[in-house]
């Protein structure tokens, strides 16, 4: 395993914390976001008006913002249809084919669009393979839905080379 596909690009508290006029200055202009302890917790499928807010900024400086999950199409839409952002569902990350569906449907290129999720094993791990920029946000809320446990085992095992290798990561307040 090649410890650099799993190391983010940037490290941020939370989605909330990403700023447009930021994410421009680093040639962002589009963002692909993890639904589940990214965007909203996974057990609270209406989010926070923080939330609402951060998406309504984004909208009005001009960032384009995506669902990318690897849930169920009827979980992914029932969750962001209040938010009025696009989606892709089953993704299938680890792998870049949800992203690649991302940026067609978004009409970006990798270079200009970055993946925001809260896990190192798929989100930041197919951010890789799609050539796009990775933001590791912590997650919403500590425990995970059954079928992520195992991948945050795996994670914690990743963690342990990155630190020895950068030492510990620091979550920032932005970009």
Known sequence: MKIE????DYLVEAVYMLDASRLKAEGIHALMVDLDNTLIAWNNPDGTPELLAWLEA???DGIQVIVVSNN???RVARAVEK???AYVWRAMKPFARGINK????MGEEPGRVAMVGDQLMTDIRASKRAGVKSVLVKPLVESDAWNTKFNRWREGRVWKQIIAQDGEPVFKKGI
């Open 102 to 105: 991302a940026l067609a449907i």
């Open 5 to 8: 596909n799993y190391k983010p």
């Open 72 to 74: 169920k199409q009827a």
């Open 58 to 60: 984004m909208k009005a």
């Open 83 to 85: 938010f009025g952002v």
